[in-house]
């Protein structure tokens, strides 16, 4: 086994100009939808905190399109983008964020934990590298019943420091189970460098290896790229050669959440990330296809209006009802027999 490999400069003949452009609309909507998540935190309308996932569209966009509609995703709590990405509404996300009850999770789950499990969307889980385990006995239960299905686990950087991202590398090494381990990496583990606390470059690709897993650093920018690198990846995983571990070099553009202003990171470091937006590169490469700058508008278009009118329907929603804060507790339904 050797050391983690940058995958190869993609060509895009995976994809046409057709699906790409609607994976560039689709990052459209995500930017829109983190936009207004911004905007209705501002003005009070979403509680608690927010983690802002504008920048990282393409990991999530890309690697959603390589995989079946019953594969199983993972998220962490900077998860809108993948929520998104799984099929979840602008409106059902928005909604959530705002405690609706027409929310994903009926206003009970908040930013941080968003899921729509009919989409295999199987949660964001607030807990630093807690779902990786889990996207491991998902994949586990897929083996056991031979339905062909992969499990994908998205995770920061931060979280390769953690003691589950190695117990659930090294589980799935062992039984070769159907499983992706996508890191995020945003060089920020909240507001400390990554690079000054990892012994490694790459602080998930790098350790695949002790694992004898295949560990592969991609430019998370690149939606094709991010596609093409996950489709070989879940083609091994359905083949029963098992876990792959991809590490996306993406970056952020707010801070790591609402109460932090990202003073620490140096200003041509950010200069030099925004200039390597996913959408001007995803616009770029169709531009290349020969794809008219009026159709790409067009698609800009309808991805505000789609974003404006979840907007409007969240607002108008009903608030959620007290009444179900308890509900969903158990497999049964409810807690009262427990109490």
Request: with cysteine; charged share 20%; proline share 4%.
């Amino acid at each position: 086994m050797t050391a983690a490999s940058d995958s190869p400069a993609s060509t895009g003949a995976a994809l046409g100009a057709t699906e790409l452009l609607a994976l560039y609309e689709q990052m459209q909507v995500i930017r829109r939808v983190e936009k207004a998540a911004h905007d209705l935190f501002m003005s009070g309308l979403v509680k608690g905190t927010t983690h802002l996932a504008a920048g990282q569209e393409a990991v999530a966009v890309g690697a959603s399109a390589a995989l079946r509609p019953d594969d199983y995703v993972f998220a962490t709590y900077r998860g809108h983008h993948h929520a998104l990405a799984r099929g979840a509404t602008p409106q059902e996300c928005l909604a959530e964020l705002m405690s609706r009850a027409t929310g994903l999770c009926r206003g009970k789950g908040g930013s941080m934990h968003l899921t729509k499990a009919s989409t295999g969307m199987l949660g964001s889980y607030a807990i630093v590298g807690a779902h990786l385990p889990m996207a491991a006995g998902a994949a586990w239960s897929a083996q056991l019943r031979g339905t062909g299905q992969v499990a994908v686990a998205f995770f920061g950087d931060g979280a390769t420091n953690i003691g589950a991202f190695h117990e659930a590398l090294n589980l799935a090494a062992i039984w070769r189970l159907p499983v992706l381990f996508i890191c995020e990496n945003n060089l920020y583990m909240e507001y400390t460098p990554i690079d000054t606390v990892t012994s490694v470059t790459n602080p998930a690709a790098d350790r695949a290896v002790a694992y004898g897993l295949p560990g592969h650093v991609v430019d998370g920018n690149d939606v094709v790229l991010v596609h093409d690198t996950v489709a070989g990846a879940v083609s091994r995983a359905r083949a029963g050669e098992g876990p792959t571990v991809i590490e996306a070099r993406t970056y952020r553009h707010y801070g790591h959440s609402r109460s932090d202003p990202a003073k620490y990171r140096p200003a041509d470091e950010v200069e030099r990330w925004l200039a390597h937006d996913p959408l001007t590169l995803a616009r770029t490469r169709l531009e290349s296809l020969g794809v008219a700058a009026a159709e790409l508008d067009e698609a800009e278009t309808r991805a505000s209006g789609i974003v404006d009118d979840a907007i409007d329907a969240a607002k108008n929603a009903p608030e959620a009802d007290p009444a179900e804060a308890f509900t969903d507790v158990w497999a049964d339904g409810g807690n009262t027999w427990r109490t």
